[in-house]
């Protein structure tokens, strides 16, 4: 008598369905998302580093050639660089601003128990709900025709910007102050400290892995941020990179464009990484406890 011995092909099915072992489906699912949003950066990666023109066609490895010594260069040609320091000082002055109000907007609104503070709390996640043209164009509008003091341009961005990210902070630090609770500082202020001491002293120390969490997050949101910054810019001095790789894609766009985009990537990569890293370092203690 012999026995059929299913097939390979239902073996693995079985194997990956089997709802008793681990979650094998869920980890196929989860490395198959992270290679399909990994490798179109990773090839626009590499092909910043072509030593031809082409955008398609490999032509060679250069390390130099579209960072620093083609005239069409990032760090040749006064547009590229203009936009990439445009970036960079876009998303710092959005960080610094945006990150300190949303901190102050998150322990307001969760100290404040009224009607008012639930409609507070609604209009703040509105931009979450609202499509980012709709905002963009409104924000072209109030500066155009309430705010002309203000005007397009430079300032006009930093606010726009300041005010479309800083929902995000509010978010994460709002969590933040739920999982932490009000005992700590109800105990400082119980042996002698002022509200305001305690809020220094204590709960802002402990809000420390939400606060850089949000650094990293408003930063690398702002600085491939196209919608707004492109509604509210002026002229060419307030141009970001987003702004310049969709201009030069009606073009013939060079490899200088993807290593634009590179440096963009990097300078996001190093801010997120520092954010992780000191995250994990904060929350250590509170790990180590949970696990036991």
């Known amino acids: 008598m012999t026995v059929d011995r299913p097939s390979a092909t239902r073996r693995f099915g079985a194997w990956v ?6 979650a094998r489906f869920l980890w ?14 990773a090839i626009a990666v590499a ?14 490895f250069s390390i130099n050639r579209w960072y ?24 710092t002055l959005t960080v610094l601003i945006a990150v300190p109000l949303g901190i102050a907007f998150a322990i307001a609104l ?12 609604f209009v703040m ?9 709709a905002i963009g164009v409104g924000l072209f509008l109030m500066m155009t025709q309430l705010l002309t003091s203000v005007g397009l341009g430079f300032r006009a961005q930093v606010l726009g910007l300041s005010m479309y990210e800083m929902a995000y902070t509010v978010i994460i630090v709002r969590a933040r102050l739920l999982s932490i609770g009000r005992g700590y500082e109800e105990a400082a202020m119980d042996l002698g400290a002022s509200p305001m001491r305690a809020i220094q002293r204590v709960l802002l120390p402990l809000l420390t892995p939400a606060i850089m969490a949000s650094v990293a997050i408003v930063f690398a949101s702002s600085i491939d941020n196209f919608v707004i910054s492109q509604r509210l810019c002026a002229s060419a001095s307030c141009q970001t990179i987003p702004i310049v790789i969709y201009s030069s894609a009606r073009r013939s766009p060079l490899p200088s464009l993807n290593a634009l985009a590179s440096i963009t990537l990097a300078a996001s990569t190093v801010i997120i990484t520092l954010a992780f890293v000191v995250y994990r370092r904060l929350t250590a203690r509170e790990r180590g406890e949970s696990a036991r």
Do not use: C, H
């Open 17 to 22: 369905l089997n709802p008793w072992s681990q």
């Open 28 to 41: 196929i699912a989860a490395i198959g998302y992270v290679v399909w949003t990994i490798v179109p950066v």
């Open 47 to 60: 092909f910043s580093f072509n030593a031809g023109k082409a955008q398609t066609t490999w032509q060679g």
């Open 68 to 91: 620093t010594r083609d005239v069409n260069a990032v760090f040749q040609d006064p547009a590229l660089r203009a936009a990439l320091m445009q970036s960079l000082k876009l998303s």
């Open 110 to 121: 969760d100290r404040w128990r009224s009607r008012s503070a639930r409609t507070t709390d």
């Open 125 to 133: 996640l509105f931009s979450f709900i609202t499509p980012e043209i």
